[in-house]
C-alpha cells in the first residue's frame, strides 16, 4: 500500500534562507509526483508536478527533485520570503491503481513559517 | 481562467439536512474528482468521474452521491448530514492520461455539520 510522509512536519526560517522540504514514499511504481501549496482556508494550489521519468522540475525559485528509486523527492525553495509561509503537500499517483481512478496519495504536508 | 470554481466556499448543516456542493471546470478535463480533508489524515478520495455518464466510488464514498451529466459540472451531494462529515471538501479536475496528469483544485468547501 502507498503511503506518503512528509519531514518536518513543521519548519520555521528566517526569510532568506534557502530551505528543503522532503517527501517520502514507499512504492516507487509511480505515474508523477506533484508538489502543491495550501494557505490557511484556502484551496490547493500546484506548484510543480514531476513525470516519473523525471529527475526534477523548477520554477522561479522553486525546484523539486525526484529519485523514484529511493522514494524521496524535495522542494528546495530558494530566498525564502513571508509570502512562502503556508502548507506544502505532496501527492504520489500510483501507477498499480486498480481501474480508472487516478487518485492521489497524499502526505500530510509540512507547514512552514519565513519571519521577517 | 476561471480554473476550478467551488461553492458554496462555507456551510453549515444541521444532522440530517441534505445539500449538494457544487464544483465547475473550464478546462475541458475528462477526469474529475471530490476530495476530503480532514486533520491527520491527509485528503482522502470520495467519488471520481472519468467523463460525463461515468462516475464511480472512491476511498470513503459512503453517505455521499455524484452524478456528471455534462464535462464542466460534478456536484457532490449529502443525503442526510452527519457531524462525521464535517470537514473540507475539493474538488479537483485533470485530463484522463496517466503520464501528464496535472490535477487542479478548487478552493474548497468547509462544511460543519452539527
Known amino acids: 500500500k502507498q503511503e506518503v510522509t512528509q519531514i518536518p512536519a513543521a519548519l520555521s526560517v528566517p526569510e532568506g534562507e534557502n530551505l528543503v522540504l522532503n517527501c517520502s514514499f514507499t512504492?516507487?511504481?509511480?505515474?508523477?509526483l506533484q508538489w502543491f501549496r495550501q494557505d490557511p482556508g484556502k484551496g490547493l494550489t500546484s506548484l510543480l508536478l514531476i513525470q516519473s521519468s523525471q529527475r526534477e522540475q523548477t520554477s522561479g525559485r522553486l525546484n523539486a527533485s525526484l529519485d523514484k528509486s529511493s522514494g524521496r523527492s524535495t522542494l528546495y525553495i530558494a530566498a525564502s520570503q513571508p509570502g512562502d509561509s503556508a502548507t506544502y503537500l505532496c501527492a504520489v499517483r500510483p501507477a498499480a491503481d486498480a481501474g480508472n481512478n487516478r487518485k492521489l496519495i497524499w502526505g500530510l504536508g509540512t507547514s512552514l513559517a519565513v519571519n521577517p | 481562467n476561471a480554473g476550478v470554481t467551488q461553492t458554496p466556499k462555507f456551510q453549515v448543516l444541521k444532522t440530517g439536512q441534505s445539500m449538494t456542493l457544487q464544483c465547475a471546470q473550464d478546462m475541458n478535463h475528462e477526469y474529475m474528482s471530490w476530495y476530503r480533508q480532514d486533520p491527520g489524515m491527509g485528503l482522502r478520495l470520495i467519488h471520481y468521474s472519468v467523463g460525463a455518464g461515468i462516475t464511480d466510488q472512491g476511498e470513503v464514498p459512503n453517505g455521499y452521491n455524484v452524478s456528471r451529466s455534462t464535462t464542466e459540472d460534478f456536484p457532490l451531494r449529502l443525503l442526510s448530514a452527519a457531524p462525521s462529515q464535517t470537514s473540507v471538501y475539493f474538488c479537483?479536475?485533470?485530463?484522463?492520461?496517466?503520464?501528464?496528469?496535472?490535477?487542479?483544485f478548487g478552493q474548497g468547501t468547509r462544511l460543519t455539520v452539527v
Open positions: 512504492d516507487s511504481a509511480i505515474y508523477n
Open positions: 479537483a479536475s485533470s485530463y484522463s492520461g496517466h503520464m501528464n496528469t496535472e490535477a487542479f
